[in-house]
């Protein structure tokens, strides 16, 4: 896509808002040429401050998208577009939420490969941190998890000081969100370890920025 986009330039392209973002987020944007189609996140038309923000948010998940590719239910990125704007591989789906109350009695082997997935992403250095919000999981129709928005997420070198020392605190954050979903959706999904957990954890993220 991404050579595709810069080898026709100068021909039109179908481009079309999905979603404006509002005064300090991305426009969500579809990008379609001939057969090739992507999703553009972009702050061009935002004010100096944010586009300044934008372009250190583009970065970050352009970042994390790299590490991650490869990984069933993660977008591919196709690069950025210019240097406030991020292209990436449309991921269809509903929300978790949606999905449950559709396929209630399917919940249990998606919530395994929503774990599987969040550890995979873990195992690669990457902690999400803001999947507790439910437009960042979307289930496809075979149950398949795919997680999506990695601006605010975090990449560490696994020699580094930061996988010793935050990491474990932000793996914490991304699994317990997926409590929080299995216990809102699918109660009965929970162990007595993770029940406790959760309560834990419901208590701790009151004293915790990222809810």
Same mark, same amino acid.
């Given at each position: 896509?991404?050579? !595709?986009?810069?080898?026709?330039?100068?021909?039109?392209?179908?481009?079309?808002?999905? *979603?404006?973002?509002?005064?300090?987020?991305?426009? @969500?944007?579809?990008?379609? =040429?001939?057969?090739?189609?992507?999703?553009?996140k972009?702050?061009?038309?935002?004010?100096?401050?944010?586009?300044?923000?934008?372009?250190?948010?583009?970065? &970050?998940?352009? &970042?994390?998208?790299?590490?991650?590719?490869?990984?069933?239910?993660?977008? *591919?990125? =196709?690069?950025?577009?210019? #240097?406030?704007?991020i292209?990436?591989?449309? $991921?269809?789906?509903?929300?978790?939420?949606?999905?449950?109350?559709? +396929?209630?009695?399917?919940a249990?082997? $998606?919530f395994?490969r929503?774990? /599987?997935? @969040?550890?995979?992403?873990?195992?690669?250095?990457?902690?999400?941190? /803001?999947?507790?919000?439910?437009?960042?999981?979307? @289930? !496809?129709?075979?149950?398949?998890?795919?997680? @999506?928005?990695?601006?605010? #997420?975090?990449?560490? /070198?696994? %020699?580094?000081?930061?996988?010793? $020392?935050?990491?474990?605190?932000?793996?914490?954050?991304?699994?317990?969100?997926?409590?929080k979903? +299995?216990?809102?959706?699918?109660?009965?999904?929970? !162990?007595?370890?993770?029940? %406790?957990?959760?309560?834990?954890?419901?208590?701790?993220?009151?004293?915790?920025?990222?809810?």
């Amino acid at each position: 896509m991404a050579e !595709t986009l810069e080898a026709t330039a100068a021909n039109p392209l179908s481009i079309q808002v999905i *979603r404006h973002g509002g005064w300090a987020k991305p426009d @969500i944007k579809s990008v379609v =040429y001939g057969d090739d189609r992507a999703i553009l996140k972009d702050f061009s038309d935002k004010s100096w401050p944010v586009r300044l923000l934008g372009r250190h948010q583009v970065r &970050r998940e352009m &970042r994390a998208l790299r590490r991650l590719q490869g990984l069933v239910g993660i977008p *591919r990125c =196709y690069g950025e577009a210019g #240097s406030v704007g991020i292209l990436m591989e449309p $991921m269809e789906g509903e929300r978790i939420t949606r999905w449950c109350r559709a +396929k209630r009695a399917e919940a249990g082997p $998606m919530f395994k490969r929503l774990a /599987d997935l @969040i550890a995979q992403i873990h195992a690669r250095g990457v902690a999400h941190i /803001d999947l507790r919000k439910r437009d960042n999981i979307l @289930i !496809t129709p075979d149950g398949g998890p795919c997680i @999506i928005d990695f601006n605010a #997420s975090f990449c560490f /070198d696994p %020699a580094g000081l930061g996988a010793r $020392m935050l990491f474990p605190i932000l793996r914490r954050i991304d699994d317990s969100a997926l409590l929080k979903w +299995k216990s809102r959706l699918a109660p009965e999904l929970l !162990t007595r370890q993770e029940a %406790a957990r959760h309560r834990f954890m419901s208590r701790l993220r009151r004293l915790w920025i990222f809810n």
